[in-house]
């Protein structure tokens, strides 16, 4: 009975390092040819710029008010935006202290001047959330430092829906 349950264990072992053996085959590692599509699939598309939809309409201050509670609610959810992982804003638990402290934002950091000379508008906001990559100054581009923020709309973390809102929230932080 031992000897058959021996080599029970013994088919077992080969029939599973088979199997292992074939799904490595079939999977692109590192060491497979085709590793190296597999880690490109992982880089991210470069920089977009991005126009602020025509049915987001942030100058519209009650349009801003009834968006940023959906914002304030995407804001704060780590499963989805995830800011608040970085970001601190009014009535927040668990900040991160990554990025700056997004409390009183219009009347603070939105008002002082960003780096390289760029004018901070609604649409620059917008641009911010989607995809901040586009405004990194040349001459930080290689500095970890400005190269922190999630590139959401690029990606597809985000739709232009939840940016136009995250923008909104932002916007009533005054």
Request: charged share 20%.
């Amino acid at each position: 009975m031992k000897f058959l349950k021996k080599i029970g264990i013994s088919l077992l072992a080969v029939t599973s390092i088979t199997v292992l053996y074939a799904d490595a085959q079939n999977c692109p590692g590192i060491e497979s040819p085709d590793g190296r599509q597999a880690l490109l699939k992982d880089i991210p598309p470069g920089p977009t710029i991005y126009a602020i939809p025509d049915n987001c309409k942030l100058t519209d201050p009650k349009f801003v008010q009834k968006k940023a509670e959906e914002g304030r609610k995407l804001y704060l959810s780590t499963k989805i935006a995830n800011c608040v992982a970085c970001h601190c804003a009014p009535n927040a638990t668990g900040c991160g202290d990554v990025g700056p402290d997004l409390t009183g934002y219009m009347n603070t950091l939105f008002k002082a001047e960003y780096i390289g000379g760029q004018k901070k508008d609604i649409q620059w906001l917008f641009q911010r959330v989607a995809d901040f990559r586009v405004q990194i100054p040349p001459e930080f581009k290689d500095n970890p430092y400005f190269n922190t923020m999630t590139v959401n709309l690029t990606t597809g973390a985000l739709t232009y829906d939840q940016v136009c809102a995250i923008t909104a929230y932002l916007m009533t932080l005054k």
